[in-house]
């Protein structure tokens, strides 16, 4: 079980919001509406609604997911919500979606047929672990209502029992993962007891440049000197995202590379990633080469594969090298999962 530091412990809420308001919820907005630059409108792939849509307010809502958790208004406690039990058709709103580390811990959020109908009239978030109640802390303070985390929304099957909603819920899961406003990555945590909002180092220690003092070239006349500084290296995106425990999970490539927007919360900092930025909290307007990472994922993949999927035959010779590019890029970043470690080690000692 990790040991974190309770984000902002001396103002949790306040610290949450703010973090939400000037970081996520900028972002999120710039990246749905999809600013002109240079003549052309960016972010198209971020906002490509994934099967039946509905415009609300002009803009595209998708349908919500078989089960999400209700947040309701303030004060409501959380439900979880059925839209075809409850109303006979599909609902289309916007909602949010959790990608953690279960864990050991993991087993007081999962909803079964023993709790199910229970769960629809309410329940005590303080018997989850810290990840689910993280969770819809952030989601609210996003201003949005709707949550889905897979151990609430999908009914959990106990050994000997049917797998019945898990076997109807899995081949939906890439559609809820490309339909979401954002996903919320708790990179931080390898336990969903250890929850996600922690207090990052970073922020609670910020670190400006320092003068090292005046410096002038004696080889040159009449030079003016210098003042050099020492610029403080900022959290990197390889340290804190890539190797972060969450991404040690094999599984967690795919919902990855389908989510439109992801939210990196790690130990140090958090992370903005879409199909055409990554940011951070220091760097919002985006991290570049030197501080992003080495092996991004494919922007635009699953349109990509979609437009591959009909194209014809002599279309695909222009496009085989993109392809081949972006299946490289995937397995390199899916090479450090601990799933292809354990693989490649049973492997290694079968030949030997």
Known sequence: MDTQVEFKARSKKSGLEQLTRERIVLRTETCQLGPVVDGKRTHLSCNTPHGPAISVDNREKPPLPTRVIDLGTDGDSPRLYVPLLEHGLVIYADYVILRHCWGEGNASACTAKDNFHQRRRGFDMSLFPQAIPGAVAVTRALG????????????????????????????????????????????????????????????????????????????????????????????????????????????TLQERAL?????????????????????????????????????????????FMKSLASSTVSKFGARKQQLCGNWFRLMCINSRSSLIRQLRESLTSRTL
């Open 144 to 251: 949005q209502r709707y949550l889905f985390a897979d151990a609430i929304c999908i009914i959990q099957h106990k050994q000997g029992q049917n797998p019945t909603d898990w076997m109807q819920e899995a081949p939906r899961m890439g559609q809820y993962y490309q339909n979401a406003l954002c996903t919320l990555a708790a990179a931080v945590a390898s336990d969903s007891r250890g929850g996600f909002l922690v207090e990052r180092l970073a922020e609670k220690y910020p670190v400006d440049p320092v003068s090292l003092g005046p410096w002038s070239d004696s080889s040159l006349v009449d030079q003016e000197p210098l003042e050099i500084f020492l610029q403080p290296i900022m959290p990197l995106w390889v340290n804190y995202v890539d190797f972060a425990p969450l991404y040690t999970r094999g599984w």
């Open 259 to 303: 989510s439109n927007r992801v939210v990196h919360f790690s130990r140090n900092a958090v992370y903005w990633e879409c199909s055409e930025v990554q940011a951070s909290e220091f760097l919002p307007a985006g991290l570049g080469r030197s501080f992003g990472s080495a092996f991004t994922i494919p922007a635009n993949l699953s349109l």
